[in-house]
């Protein structure tokens, strides 16, 4: 079965710090993919990034960088000097091939970032 | 152009009322899916539709039926409300008939409060 684990509920930091945010995930396909979205404020989900299992490849996205490493099963997600526009929830998600191929995404239960000027 | 778009914003209802939520997309994708996100943020899968046809169906009650009257569109109706239905409901679309690869694009949500 799937599984993703956000373990950090809230993370609080101030303005410019970097942060990290943990994801660890579970699945016994070989073929999958990780994701992550983010919630701000206003309520709606904004894709972030797609990883696959085959591409473990670091992923830099101007202040945005993803750390994918299979042997520990995670998928974390760092902010380089953190904006307070960064502050939303962002969740982690997984999609494999378990299901036929639409078994819609695994999220986890979602980091609270909140980023304090 | 909205590419994932729902209708109603937001929607208040007693209990025992029939509902039902619109959901379109003009991205030409091939699967939509309806997610519940509960009081805790907690996102589970309810649905997904691939031409047409019902892919998945998870343990939800036979109280909420989708209905996709074309690729474009998935309506999400719901008999019978009860209180614990009280949630934000987000519909999303995905490229492709095997979709677990491709990433999904969110509605903006359809806040029910269920009285």
């Known amino acids: 079965a799937q599984k993703v684990t956000q373990a950090q509920t809230e993370i609080s930091v101030v303005e410019k710090e970097d942060v990290t945010l943990d994801c660890v995930y579970e699945?016994?396909?070989?073929?999958?993919?990780l994701f992550w979205y983010k919630q701000p404020p206003s309520g709606e989900l904004v894709f972030l990034i797609r990883?696959?299992?085959?591409?473990?490849q670091n992923e830099i996205s101007g202040r945005y960088s993803w750390n994918f490493q299979k042997s520990t099963s995670s998928f974390n997600f760092t902010i380089t000097a953190s904006q307070v526009v960064d502050s939303a929830v962002y969740f982690c998600a997984l999609s494999d091939s378990s299901g036929g191929g639409a078994d819609g995404l695994t999220f986890g239960k979602g980091t609270h970032l909140i980023i304090q000027p | 152009d909205t590419a994932v778009s729902q209708t109603p914003k937001y929607l208040v209802t007693q209990m025992g009322n029939d509902k039902s939520i619109k959901c379109e997309q003009n991205?030409?994708?091939?699967?939509m899916y309806w997610y519940k996100q509960d009081s805790k943020k907690f996102l589970k899968i309810m649905f997904s539709?691939?031409?047409?046809?019902?892919?998945i169906n998870e343990t939800v009650p036979n109280r909420f039926s989708p209905k996709s009257p074309d690729k474009a569109h998935l309506n999400l109706h719901i008999n019978s409300l009860e209180l614990g239905d009280s949630a934000v409901y987000f519909c999303a679309s995905s490229l492709g008939t095997s979709g677990f690869y491709n990433e999904q694009f969110f509605g903006p949500g359809t806040r029910l409060t269920v009285l």
């Open positions: 991205l030409g994708h091939d699967t």
């Open positions: 990883r696959n299992s085959f591409d473990e």
């Open positions: 539709y691939n031409n047409k046809e019902l892919i």
């Open positions: 699945t016994r396909d070989t073929t999958y993919y």
